[in-house]
């Protein structure tokens, strides 16, 4: 069985966007939740089942790459914004989930505050890549 190792190019972008103050226990936690909820929302994102050699069956993962990006709370906020806006799917973490420990908890915790006053430490945004390259501004990729 032989694979050919060809270059795929996306139009579309999945990106992350951190805080740059997050210890890296809260950047690596913060991403796994972000990402987590595009693929519900955007099952096209989504990618086939694995198998190994062996027949073993794997869960399907993100059929492209996600990009993660950094910035301060400014860069964050104004992103945040601009998605919203745009109306791209976009997924949130507030500072307030660390003290929570559920998913109900959690909805509650954001629902409790204006979006103007959210306390952002990432998001997750999907869509074309030119307009997440433009909700991105300011941001760098995470080293």
């Known amino acids: 069985m032989g694979t050919e190792n060809t270059t795929v190019r996306f139009d579309t972008k999945i990106a992350v966007l951190l805080r740059t103050d ?5 950047r690596l936690n913060v991403t796994a939740f972000l990402v987590s909820g595009l693929g519900t929302h955007v ?23 996600v990009l993660v990006f950094e910035g301060a709370k400014e860069v964050l906020t104004a992103a945040h914004d601009k ?9 949130l973490f507030t500072a307030d989930l660390f003290a ?11 629902a409790a505050v204006p979006r103007t006053h959210l306390d952002l430490v990432g998001i997750a945004v999907y869509g074309p890549k030119n307009a997440v390259d433009k909700i991105l501004k300011g941001a760098r990729m995470h080293p």
């Open 100 to 110: 929570t420990g559920n998913d109900q908890d959690n909805r509650a915790a954001v």
């Open 43 to 65: 099952p096209e994102v989504i990618g086939e089942p694995y198998t190994d050699a062996d027949a073993t069956p794997y869960l399907p993962m993100f059929r492209q790459p």
């Open 83 to 91: 998605a919203v806006t745009r109306a791209l799917p976009t997924a």
């Open 22 to 26: 997050l210890a890296v226990w809260q």
